[in-house]
């Protein structure tokens, strides 16, 4: 069995990132461990389960968003919890005792609970309209916050003092709270009339007494039943841990004589944090990273090569024909999160010297910062580069949608917007966007791994100032050293079809070296390798 020990983490705490549906999402759900739990689960690759420390009530839900809504998994709080559901279920938040006199105001984005004219409780509503928590009301001070499973039952309650949280209680199915975490001093304590939880292994059940009634931390508890649950795994198992700082420690404690590859992505794990768990990472049987890139950084961390690492892209690759060139313009997509000033300022001149040179071009500026104002700024910061520059502020105007000119005269006389800007979070809308742009533009020190395995993938070229296994210089895109010469690289893929066509060309060969098969061999390197001569290396007739 290989188990995924995932990073789905709520601002650090041990808890989900689930939020109300009104809200706009501030981050991508989607991460390595996400991925992969696709792949092995789509292909059906090799037998695995996630394995959750979390508390994650809408677990379902979250699953469901993904596509693998039937993965299988095991969770320490429904361990904790005794909760023995599997499967969601309906809660109408009409069929809760409410008191007598209760009346219901219905708004845009909440069901507010009105009680003698002064509101009693609000209730909050996940994507799927499901009820996700209530808050109840004390003339008018939050007094209690009820969280909803999406299996059907109250999952946990917070009390608050004074409008801060005091205390969060761990309940069972029939509401009795198992587990009491204080929050302003980080202990916990076990209910001493049912002081015992649940593990559940294939077909083996265990009932374990807690070893104490008092806990000086959260952490302590799920390494308890973390630990009580490792005991009945086999010696074969695999355990795949996507890096974090918050359960490192933990899992370097539990997992000291199991098989462990460690993951890495992105940025979720500062390597200025791996002197910390040195031990962890150096004892792990293999290491995955997201990029070669990473991998560099990873063994300069360690101070050491290691043979026993690996670059494995999350995200696999597939031909998926963009439609850019059925726009009479040119859109160019040019990555900007984490840009300096000064560089953004540089990048817009240049980007308006080309815009005078095509007037067919546009440029697309990307982030993926959800700040309900981001795209609002953005254009504000280019509008001002553009004036200092001498360049037509109007070409970074917002657009006035609905407004119609009366006649021929004014249309000629307004400026054209050439500059927008694209606010794509999910991977589904940085896709939507992709396929509509003729060419990719990162001139980040790291460019993202996403935009460039979706370039490959469209068969658009890539302009880039670090050398990635994405691009190839000359090819399908260009290496720039020296940002200035930029509009002279954009010409090279947009003035006529024969570069573009090329890069197209060699874009869909790195695809062959991308996709779905040739992860899974990546994938079964690994595991043969962590698995030895256990019955669960990766040659079985899953990955044949």
Not at 37 to 65: V, W
Request: glycine share 6%; proline share 3%; with cysteine.
């Amino acid at each position: 069995m290989l188990f995924f020990i995932p990073a789905w983490y709520q601002q650090n705490q041990w808890c989900e990132n689930e939020q109300r549906w009104s809200v706009r999402r501030m981050h991508t759900e989607f991460d390595d461990t996400v991925k992969q739990i696709q792949l092995f689960h789509r292909n059906k690759a090799y037998p695995y389960q996630i394995m959750l420390l979390s508390f994650a009530p809408n677990l379902r839900h979250f699953l469901h968003r993904q596509g693998v809504y039937r993965a299988p998994y095991w969770s320490c709080f429904d361990a904790i919890q005794e909760v023995r559901r599997k499967k969601t279920a309906v809660l109408s938040f009409h069929k809760l005792k409410w008191p007598e006199g209760i009346e219901f105001v219905y708004t845009p984005f909440v069901v507010v609970a009105m009680l003698n004219k002064e509101k009693y409780a609000q209730i909050e509503f996940g994507e799927d309209g499901n009820p996700i928590r209530i808050d109840l009301y004390q003339k008018g001070q939050i007094r209690r916050r009820n969280l909803y499973d999406d299996r059907g039952f109250v999952s946990g309650t917070v009390i608050y003092e004074d409008g801060q949280p005091f205390y969060q209680d761990y309940l069972m199915e029939n509401g009795i709270w198992k587990l009491r975490h204080f929050l302003r001093d980080g202990h916990a304590e076990i209910n001493g009339q049912c002081p015992e939880y649940l593990l559940k292994y294939q077909e083996e059940v265990r009932r374990k007494r807690f070893a104490r009634l008092r806990y000086d931390s959260m952490e302590q508890v799920i390494a308890e039943v973390l630990n009580a649950y490792l005991s009945m795994t086999e010696p074969g198992d695999i355990f795949c841990a996507a890096m974090h700082g918050r359960h490192a420690g933990l899992l370097g404690e539990c997992l000291k004589e199991k098989k462990l590859i460690l993951s890495f992505f992105e940025d979720r794990y500062p390597l200025a944090e791996a002197a910390g768990n040195l031990d962890l990472i150096r004892e792990a049987d293999y290491l995955i990273a997201d990029s070669r890139k990473n991998v560099d950084r990873i063994q300069q961390a360690l101070g050491m090569l290691s043979e026993n690492i690996i670059a494995i892209p999350p995200y696999d690759s597939r031909v998926d024909v963009g439609i850019s060139q059925q726009f009479s313009v040119q859109k160019i997509l040019v990555a900007v999160d984490g840009l300096e000033d000064e560089r953004f300022a540089e990048l817009v001149g240049l980007l308006g010297r080309y815009l005078r040179r095509n007037e067919n071009a546009r440029v697309h500026l990307f982030t993926r910062r959800a700040e309900y104002d981001r795209k609002k700024k953005v254009l504000e910061q280019a509008r001002r580069e553009l004036g200092g520059l001498g360049f037509d502020e109007g070409w970074a105007a917002e657009e006035e949608k609905g407004q119609v000119a009366e006649n021929d005269l004014e249309l000629h006389e307004k400026v054209p917007v050439k500059f927008f800007v694209e606010q794509c979070v999910d991977e589904l809308s940085v896709s939507k966007c992709m396929r509509e742009q003729r060419i990719l533009v990162d001139l980040r020190e790291t460019p993202e791994l996403y935009l460039q395995i979706a370039a490959i993938s469209i068969g658009i070229p890539q302009i880039v100032r670090t050398r990635t296994e994405f691009v190839k210089p000359g090819r399908n895109g260009i290496l720039l050293k020296d940002i200035k010469k930029l509009p002279g690289a954009l010409h090279y893929y947009l003035n006529g079809l024969k570069n573009w066509n090329q890069a197209m060309v060699c874009s869909y060969e790195l695809v062959r070296e991308y996709t779905t098969e040739e992860l899974l061999k990546k994938w079964r390197k690994v595991l043969d390798s962590v698995g030895g001569d256990s019955y669960l290396t990766a040659g079985g007739r899953g990955l044949e």
